[in-house]
């Protein structure tokens, strides 16, 4: 049974309150039959099928909510302008993923002839494993995960391939791009974006990526596609959601991944394991706030202790429904502190130097980009504009917060 009786924020009206509740009960992909009786009385009721549908398409759900509509019989109790946006979302998402499944399929094939060892990752694993592989884990690119030492060997073998990939911020960071985020720049071949990741967490989880790696399953019936372990690929979709939100972002897609995952393979999950591989992988507090969300609003059951405690518990909860009711509300890290964070990541005062050069002296490409210029000559003249950064970035190291 889900906790949909969670209570939202005062400022929320009778209908925001009822669309939010309604998508987290047509969240899922299997219904009890308390479930369906739950949404038949909040659909008998249902007074803003606008929003509701907005908030559908806001939080990346769209496909999923309007497939199991159609599968309990509402469908045409959806007004037809409502109906026919989230009905084409449902076909495009089927059409997407057999797209990406596709381009994923063939770019594992062609890394593996090449002797490079491929996970599926994120919401193409998800929709191959716990969605049913149905089209309706809406997605947008295709997430691979390669053992680090194999990534850029790998970006270069696709780039031969006729992938194109926007250039570095500064060819100096390819000397540090393997110390910086989880993933190399984005890769693009006819309309299709394939992120190479060769993290799943900070450097602190890079034994557990290998292992990970080394021990991924085959998904029975998908060609040879490769997924993470239950237990890691949970962990990774809680430090991704983390990851999403210090960048203001927030989509119940994200969520739903969680707890599909966890009714799936819960009992493999939620072990006596689980807490050290969250202190392993360094997010032990972020998968604490998530399996909190997980109990308190899915009616997850959980082993004890794995949760927040209930002095806590109260506030994640409200912040999460909170962002569930106002996606746009999250905010995100400043300019400062995320150049800060990559700036702590790399180990050395080398690295820390590269970093800083690349950012003041980045490359022309990024200039054009970055100032909006036609040509060389004038994204050069924008060069003397970029030492206004050093006395900031001098700043930023005199204050306490910098940790050599």
């Not at 884990?137 to 990939?165: C, K, T, Y």
């Not at 609003?297 to 009711?325: K, N, Q």
Request: aromatic share 8%; hydrophobic share 45%; proline share 4%.
């Amino acid at each position: 049974m889900t906790g949909t009786d969670s209570e939202l924020p005062a400022e929320s009206t009778g209908g925001l309150q009822r669309s939010v509740r309604l998508l987290l009960l047509l969240g899922r992909t299997d219904f009890s039959a308390d479930l369906k009786r739950q949404i038949s009385e909040e659909i008998r009721a249902f007074p803003d099928w606008k929003l509701f549908a907005g908030l559908a398409v806001r939080h990346g759900v769209a496909a999923l909510i309007w497939q199991n509509l159609s599968d309990l019989g509402y469908s045409g109790v959806v007004p037809a302008t409502e109906r026919t946006l989230l009905e084409g979302l449902r076909f495009k998402s089927i059409a997407r993923v057999s797209w990406v499944t596709g381009v994923a399929a063939g770019v594992t094939s062609l890394l593996e002839r090449e002797g490079i060892r491929v996970v599926l990752l994120k919401g193409l694993a998800l929709e191959h494993t716990v969605y049913g592989s149905r089209g309706l884990r809406q997605m947008s690119d295709a997430d691979l995960l390669v053992a680090p030492s194999d990534a850029l060997r790998a970006r270069d073998i696709l780039i031969r391939e006729g992938f194109s990939s926007m250039s570095l911020k500064s060819p100096l960071y390819r000397h540090i791009i393997l110390d910086l985020g989880n993933h190399l720049p984005e890769l693009h071949r006819g309309g299709i974006s394939v992120d190479l990741h060769f993290r799943l967490f900070g450097p602190e989880g890079e034994e557990m990526v290998l292992n990970a790696i080394r021990d991924a399953v085959t998904i029975p019936g998908v060609g040879t596609f490769r997924v993470l372990p239950p237990m890691t690929g949970f962990l990774a979709l809680v430090n991704h959601i983390y990851k999403h939100e210090i960048k203001g972002e927030f989509q119940l897609r994200l969520w739903t991944d969680i707890y599909l995952l966890l009714d799936r393979y819960g009992e493999t999950i939620l072990t006596s394991q689980l807490p050290s591989a969250a202190e392993e992988a360094g997010i032990r507090e972020e998968t604490s706030a998530v399996l909190t969300v997980m109990e308190r609003v899915w009616g997850v059951e959980l082993p004890e202790g794995m949760a927040a405690e209930s002095s806590a518990a109260g506030a994640i909860v409200a912040r999460f429904m909170h962002r569930l009711a106002h996606p746009g509300s999250a905010e995100s890290l400043s300019q400062r502190e995320f150049f800060m964070r990559n700036l702590k990541s790399l180990r050395g005062p080398r690295k820390k130097l590269i970093f800083i050069l690349g950012d003041i002296f980045p490359s022309v490409g990024f200039m054009k980009r970055r100032y909006n210029c036609r040509t060389k000559v004038a994204a050069f003249l924008f060069y003397p504009h970029r030492l206004g950064k050093i006395p900031w970035i001098l700043g930023l190291l005199r204050t306490k917060n910098y940790d050599n």
